[in-house]
């Protein structure tokens, strides 16, 4: 599965997502989709630092496998949007934001799916 199939796949997930991005596990962007006519509400700045500071976050959560196991997703709510942040194949991050009036559940129910089981062993 490629960078480009995943973000693809996600934004067909609902109507509501705004963007998707994958970064490695430093933060750096690695290939980003923004829904048509969707205007971010961070800079270009502010995204990148956002994407080093999930990152670091994850390796400290990391930190703490070995007695609570393995972090599964986080999900942050903020009153312009939801935000989730998780891990694929311990190599990179998947962050996903949606407004507030999308499906929240459904959303992350299909991000679990997605990348379950076998699905990023190859990376």
Known sequence: ?????????????????????????????????????????????????????????W???KSFEPRIGKGQYVLAVYDKLRRLTMPLADKYLLMVTWGTDGGTFDII??????FSGDATKDW
Do not use: C
Request: without cysteine; hydrophobic residues 35%.
């Open 59 to 61: 390796k400290i959560r």
């Open 1 to 57: 599965m490629t960078f480009d199939t995943i973000l693809e796949s996600i934004m067909h997930t609902d109507k509501h997502i705004r963007y998707a991005t994958i970064a490695d596990m430093q933060g750096n962007e690695i290939k980003t989709r923004v829904r048509e006519g969707v205007e971010p509400f961070l800079t270009p700045q502010e995204t990148k630092e956002t994407l080093q500071y999930a990152a670091n976050a």
């Open 109 to 114: 129910e299909h991000m679990q799916n997605m």
